[in-house]
C-alpha cells in the first residue's frame, strides 16, 4: 500500500506542476500518469532505454515537482481526497491484502509487468515475454504495476487493484465538482467536506452501475479506461462549457488536460482508440451544432487535443508493426465477416443489457436526454448529455463491428465480454446522471426537502461495506485458486528449465494451467494442456504421451481412458506430479490435496 501511494503522490505531482490554475484538479493523477506513460513509451521504443533508468529520472521530477507544487498551493493531494481515504481504510485495508486470481490476470495483466522488471524493456524480437498473450496491447496501464513494483523492490500483485479504486475516489471528486455545478452550491467543494467526500466515494464505489468486484479489484485495464473516458467526455464538455462562456483561457486549460487523458486512454488497450476518437468526434459535433460555441475558436484547439494521443498511438503501431506482429486482435478480411450473424449478435447484445437494470436504466435516461439535448442544444445539461449519448450510441456500434469482423465466432455468438466493454462507460453516465440529478434537485426539490437529515448516510454505508461484503470482496481466496497456485509454487522446486511439462485437467476449465505457467514462467517449458474445452482430450494426451521430450505431468483431474495412458488410475481429491525418463513408464512423485469445494 504504501508503494502505491508513493506512485499515486507522483502522479499527482507531476500532473498538477504542468497543468494551469484553472484546471479541474481531481484529474492531476491522469495527467501526470499520462505524460509519464508518454516518455517511457517514446524512449523505450526509439532509444530502448531501460526502464529502470527512466524510473528513477521520473522519481526525482516527482520529488521536484512535490516540493514546487506544495509551496505553490499548499497541497499536493486535495484535502477532500485525502478524507475519501480515511472513510474508506476498511475498504483499502482488505484489498491491499489481496492477490492476482483472474485469468487473464495470469497470461498478462500481471505477468508482463514481471517480464518488464526482469528484462527493463519493451518485447520485442529479440526480447519476447513467452507466456504472455497480448503482449501487444498498449502499456500505459502496465506501467502502473511496474512503477509501483520498482517501489516496492518486488512484483506487487495487488497494485492495480489499489490504484482502480483510487481512480474511482478521484473521479468522486469530478462528481462532487458536478453536483456543486449543477446545484449551483459552490460551497459544497468547501463545507461540510465531510459530507462531500463521502456522497463523492459512495457514488463510485457503491452506486456505480458498472462496479464489479472481479475486474476493479484485479489488475485490469477496465477501471482504468472508464475512468479516463469519463474524465475525457467531462473535460471535452468543458471546454464547450468555456468557449460559450467566452473563456478561452479556460478553454485552453480543459484542452490541454484532455489532451493528457487522450494519451493516457489511447494507450490503455486495443479498444481505447475507438474511445479516444468518439469523445473527440462527439465533442466537435457538439460544437458544430451549438452555435453558441464559436466554432473557429474550437478547431484551433483540436490539434492541441489531438496531437498527443495520434503521436504516441503511432509510435505504439510503429513497435507493434515492427516487432510484435500477431499480438493482439486484428480484422479479419471481409469475406470472413459474419455478416449473417448480426441479427442474433444484435439480439444477444440487448439481453446482456437488459440484465444490468440498473445500467440500463441510466442508458436509457441518458440517450434520451442525449437526443433531445443535441436537437436543442440550448443549456449546459443539453450539451453533456449529447456528448455522453453519441460516445455510448458509438462505442456499442463499434463493438458490434468488432464481433462481426475481428472476435471468432464462438464469442460472436455469445457476445464475449460484452458487459465488460460497456464498463468503460459507467463513469461517463454516473457523471451525466450526477449532474443531472443536481439541477433537478436545485429546481424542484430544494425548497421542499432538508437533505441534511440524511447527510450520514454515505459515511456509515461506506464504512459498513467492507465488513459486509468481506467475503465477496477476497474472492481471490477462492480455494481451487489458492490450491492452483500452491502447487505452482511448489512446483518451483521440483522443476527445472529442462523439464517439459503437461497439465491433466479434462474436468477443469484450463485455469489450471494458466496459474501454473505464470508460477512456473521460464522454470519449466509448457507443453500443453487437456481440459473440459479440449473435445478430444484423449486423443491430445495420446499424442502428446508419444514426445519422449515430455519428462512431466501434473494430474489435476482424470477420465475416461486417461488411466490406462498413464498406465495407473489416480483418484479425485488430489493433484498428482508424475515423472518418467524417455518413453518411459510415468512414476509417482508427489501429491496435494485438494480443497473440498460445495
Known amino acids: 500500500m504504501v508503494a502505491v501511494a508513493i506512485l499515486w503522490f507522483g502522479f499527482t505531482a507531476i500532473g498538477s506542476a504542468v497543468s494551469g490554475a484553472g484546471r479541474v484538479r481531481a484529474l492531476d493523477p491522469l495527467v501526470g500518469w499520462a505524460w509519464i506513460g508518454f516518455v517511457f513509451t517514446t524512449v523505450g521504443v526509439f532509444l530502448a532505454t531501460p526502464f529502470t533508468y527512466l524510473a528513477m529520472v521520473t ?14 498551493d499548499g497541497e499536493v493531494v486535495p484535502s477532500m481526497f485525502l478524507r475519501m481515504l480515511v472513510l474508506t481504510i476498511p475498504f483499502l485495508l482488505l484489498v491491499s491484502a489481496m492477490r492476482a486470481s483472474q485469468w487473464d490476470e495470469f497470461s498478462d495483466w500481471m505477468i508482463i509487468p514481471r517480464y518488464m522488471l526482469e528484462t527493463d524493456a519493451f518485447p520485442s524480437k529479440d526480447n519476447p515475454y513467452p ?57 459544497l467543494m468547501k463545507g461540510p467536506v465531510w459530507l462531500a467526500a463521502s456522497l463523492g466515494a459512495a457514488a463510485m464505489l457503491l452506486a456505480n452501475p458498472t462496479f464489479s468486484q472481479k475486474i476493479v479489484l484485479t489488475s485490469y485495464a477496465e477501471t482504468a479506461s472508464a475512468v479516463a473516458t469519463g474524465a475525457g467526455v467531462v473535460l471535452g464538455w468543458l471546454v464547450c462549457e468555456a468557449l460559450v462562456d467566452d473563456d478561452r483561457r479556460a478553454a485552453r486549460c480543459y484542452a490541454w488536460q484532455i489532451s493528457a487523458v487522450l494519451a493516457l486512454l ?58 510484435l506482429v500477431a499480438r493482439e486482435i486484428s480484422v479479419r478480411p471481409f469475406n470472413d465477416w459474419y455478416i449473417e450473424l ?8 440487448g439481453v446482456a443489457l437488459a440484465k444490468k437494470g440498473y445500467y440500463l436504466s441510466l442508458v436509457i435516461i441518458t440517450v ?17 448529455a449529447a456528448i455522453c449519448a453519441m460516445v ?42 450526477a449532474y443531472g440529478a443536481a439541477i433537478l434537485w436545485r429546481q424542484y426539490l430544494a425548497a421542499r426537502w432538508n437533505w441534511r437529515r440524511v447527510k450520514w448516510l454515505p459515511t456509515i454505508l461506506l464504512l459498513a461495506a467492507p465488513f459486509v461484503f468481506t467475503k465477496k470482496i477476497r474472492f481471490d481466496k477462492a480455494p481451487m485458486t489458492v490450491h492452483f497456485r500452491t502447487v505452482g509454487v511448489a512446483l ?90 524417455g518413453l518411459g513408464s510415468w512414476r509417482y512423485v508427489t501429491s496435494w490435496p485438494q480443497p473440498a469445494v460445495k
Open 59 to 72: 522519481a526525482v521530477i516527482a520529488a521536484g515537482a512535490g516540493v514546487w507544487v506544495w509551496r505553490r
Open 131 to 187: 507466456n504472455a498473450v497480448f503482449t501487444g496491447y498498449p502499456y500505459s496501464w502496465h506501467f502502473v504495476t511496474y512503477l509501483a513494483s520498482r517501489i516496492a523492490g518486488g512484483l506487487l500483485e495487488n497494485a492495480g487493484a489499489l490504484v482502480n479504486v483510487l481512480l474511482l475516489l478521484m473521479f468522486g471528486l469530478v462528481i462532487i465538482q458536478l453536483i456543486a455545478r449543477g446545484a449551483e452550491r459552490p460551497e
Open 266 to 323: 489511447i494507450n490503455l488497450k486495443q479498444a481505447t482508440m475507438v474511445l479516444v476518437v468518439l469523445i473527440v468526434l462527439a465533442t466537435l459535433f457538439m460544437a458544430i451544432r451549438d452555435r453558441r460555441i464559436p466554432l473557429v475558436m474550437f478547431v484551433k484547439l483540436l490539434p492541441q487535443i489531438v496531437v498527443p494521443a495520434a503521436t504516441l498511438y503511432l509510435v505504439w503501431r510503429y513497435h507493434v508493426s515492427s516487432e
Open 342 to 349: 448480426i441479427p442474433h449478435i444484435l439480439m444477444k447484445m
Open 368 to 384: 434520451g436526454f442525449g437526443l433531445r439535448g443535441f436537437s436543442r442544444a440550448m443549456s449546459p445539461m443539453d450539451r453533456l
Open 392 to 433: 455510448f450510441l458509438g462505442y456499442n456500434s463499434f463493438l458490434l463491428f468488432a464481433y462481426v469482423a475481428a472476435f471468432g465466432k464462438f464469442d460472436a455468438m455469445r457476445v464475449a465480454s460484452f458487459w465488460r466493454y460497456n464498463m468503460h462507460l459507467g463513469p461517463m453516465l454516473i457523471a451525466f446522471a
Open 492 to 581: 518451483q522446486a521440483l522443476l527445472t528449465p529442462a523439464d517439459r511439462y503437461f497439465i491433466s485437467d479434462p474436468t477443469g476449465s484450463g485455469e489450471s494451467a494458466v496459474i501454473l505457467r505464470y508460477e512456473l514462467d521460464r522454470g519449466a517449458k509448457f507443453a500443453g494442456v487437456v481440459s473440459a474445452f479440449d473435445s478430444r482430450g484423449l486423443k491430445t494426451l495420446e499424442r502428446i504421451l508419444l514426445n519422449p521430450e515430455l519428462n512431466a505431468i501434473i494430474v489435476f483431474s482424470m477420465d475416461k481412458g486417461f488411466a490406462e495412458l498413464l498406465g495407473r488410475n489416480f483418484p479425485p481429491g488430489s493433484t498428482y506430479l508424475l515423472r518418467r525418463e
